[in-house]
């Protein structure tokens, strides 16, 4: 490509809300632009980025034996009552109406259709095990879309479905998903981890996700230092503690906090640690308000929670006047002792095994001290209900667990006959018998891999793509080609020779001064920049530096073909 032909539109200033390094590199490298809130347009320098990885994702679901096929993205309201998400999906579902007054609704997934077009396709056992997939635009009405193309409305995802006969079919190919999903963000030359999931609002058993290390992810990931054990931390289960609750030393003391809320304020006001405390959150239950007690040092985690049978299937937090009219207490002083019988009490673990611990008095500005479960405080039932810490003991019982964070670009499941048994999708098995079809289902975040990567790859000057992801491999940078025809005409052969090798080169001939041209080649993340200057020429060199590295080094022409990579001619 000759830049000069090129629409190459790096800015300087970007809004104020681009939080995150790739954000901000995206804005400045115009590989996106804001339409509304979550909804971008790629332009020709961003797409063919978007471009490569796509393509490594299609080469590889290619080689692993799934077969691409392209579905609609709006998509008939009846055929998702079928499987009860058109109420049960929420809020991300964006629903539309055309003239006839039918609705419809934009997918955010194709689960539905896929096994819609499952059921009719497929009749015989000896059609399985057969998966499809396609790469296409996806429309999630997320609460919040943030962070550019990384938390966005629409969105580019590459999802694929298998169908089987049997659950060890399914098993199989779920592997061959795994290690499809390994090569594939190896290849993008990402650092990546693929760690035990929830299942979600997708449903299904066994699942993974596919996690890019990165400070910024708003995914926590733990992992043992002593196994292969990773998961997300919303799933880590904590291992069962294996020590006996202490007796009871003390008696059940009221004292005065009278501005004192916050675990910090009343440990740091009593001189007790976190861990002596007991934390209550009161959220919705089906019927009323439940408890959840955690240790001070510890957090609730809302996706065990939001399984307990107490709860409607999500935790929502009790508003204050609910809180206040069913206890008489302000929410920062409610506590475990002494809460009204109709509330259930569910006690994490480790708060179970506290003595003698500090707690909520169920009176406006106070706490109590000595209080003991039983004795003083109701035990509805005790569970796994916090998330795990750094230093957890690994649940697999090797290892201590360590904690990281990772964006989320891959997600595989095994979701068994959920959709084909609410669809009717059977086919007959070696005995003539109709059976549920077992079914997979295997996502990739295309659009969302290329901010990961930026997250990954980035410096003060702009991104360092890895290789594959690159919009193009190599720069020309000549100097004065205006005034110099040498100079010119050597660039235009480089390029030539290059181009003709079916290397993508970019050739920066817009006649900008060094300093601002290097500048736009280095944000842009170009791999190998090689410059052509008269001094370079009279030498027979090439001026070579590598994006990320600090020195220049000069070469001949057979040194730098095989520094770009290509061995010479
Ligand atoms: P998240 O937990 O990040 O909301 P999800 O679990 O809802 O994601 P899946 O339904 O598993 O996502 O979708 C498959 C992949 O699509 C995800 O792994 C992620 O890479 C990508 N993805 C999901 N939501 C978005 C979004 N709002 N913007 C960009 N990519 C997304
Ligand atoms: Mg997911």
Redesign the pocket.
Known sequence: MRLSRFHLATVKEVPADAEIASHRLMLRTGMIRKLAAGIYTWSPLGLRVLSKVANVVREEMNRAGALELLMPSIQPRELWEETGRWQKFGGQLLKIRDRKDADYCYAP?HEEVITDYARNELRSYKQLPINFYQIQTKF?D?IR?RFG?????E?L?K?AYSFHLTAESLADEYRNMVDTYGRIFTRLGLKFRAVQADT?A?GGNASH?FQVLADSG?DAIAYSTGSDYAANVELASALAPTQQRATPTQSLERVATPTQKTIEEVTGFLGVSPSQCVKTLMVRGNDGLVALCVRGDHEVNEVKAAKFAELPGEVLLADEAEIIRLTGTKPGFIGPAGLPATIPVIVDRDAALLADFICGGNVDGTHYRGANWERDARVTRVADLRKVVQGDASPDGRGSLEIARGI????VFQLGDKYASALGATVLDDAGKAQAMQMGCY???V??IVAAAIEQNHDEAGILWPEPMAPWHVAICPINAAQNAAVREAADALYAQLTERGIDVLLDDRGLRPGPMFADMELIGIPHRVVISERGLAAETFEYRRRGESENQALNHADLLRRIGIGSP
């Open positions: 997934t999630r997320e879309p193309v990384m938390r966005a409305r969105f995802m999802d979600g997708i996700e708003e989320e670009v891959g997600h996502g990739i975040g659009s969302r």
